[in-house]
């Protein structure tokens, strides 16, 4: 049994294909292995959760409810999550919530009974996995085309793809900063600066 209780996803870029400010269900794509990595984690009875940032909502190019319908087409292509956590206030806003803040992770932990040190946050950015990291939780960055090198450099713990991610944790909490499998890592450590603001929306 791992002693990692639960692992909590970002959703844009690292479950599903990031399409900024999404409000459309339809549009909801998940990404390479995102359900094997989800099957695995399930049938070794660790919980699955959603942390995720959505400041389409403040900015007024989303409504609450079009996020919830996005995350109930998440949940339906790869479900059943324990929890959803999400943060629709904007970068000034001077949340405790949104990421690098760790409110959502403390609050999706607690939701889920589940201790931060016991859990493993997933991302495709900096943000992610600082705020894993400010919850007392392990974070492990999976790098995009939106990821900045600088914050797969600060990363503690580097994973190329969200299998390899998932496969690392699942005998106990990451060990090392490149995790890799029997696949190439090649360019995942070498991907451009992303453009715009897709990234942590």
């Keep these: 049994m791992s002693p990692v209780k639960a692992v909590l996803f970002d959703r844009d870029g ?52 079009d996020v919830r319908r996005v995350n109930h087409r998440v949940d339906e292509l790869l479900g059943p ?17 949104r990421k690098p803040q760790p409110g959502m992770v403390l609050w999706a932990a607690g939701r889920i009974c589940t201790n931060p040190a016991d859990l493993v946050v997933i991302g495709d950015i900096g943000a992610d996995v600082e705020a894993a990291r400010r919850a007392g939780a392990h974070g492990i960055l999976v790098p995009t085309a ?31 900063r490149v995790l890799a499998d029997e696949r190439p890592i090649q360019e995942a450590y070498t991907t451009a600066p992303g453009q715009g603001e897709g990234r942590g929306a």
């Design 146 to 176: 939106q990821t900045r090198p600088e914050e797969i450099a600060d990363a503690g713990h580097v994973a190329p793809d969200l299998l390899t991610a998932v496969r690392a944790v699942l005998d106990g909490p990451p060990k090392g």
């Design 81 to 97: 999550f324990e929890v959803f956590a999400v943060c629709p206030h904007g970068p000034d806003d001077g949340c405790h919530c």
């Design 14 to 65: 690292t479950l599903v294909h990031d399409v900024p400010y999404n409000a459309d269900p339809d549009r909801v794509r998940p990404v390479e292995g995102a359900r094997e990595a989800l099957a695995r984690l399930r049938e070794r009875g660790i919980r699955t959760g959603v942390v995720t940032n959505q400041s389409g909502v403040a900015r007024g190019l989303l409504t609450d409810a």
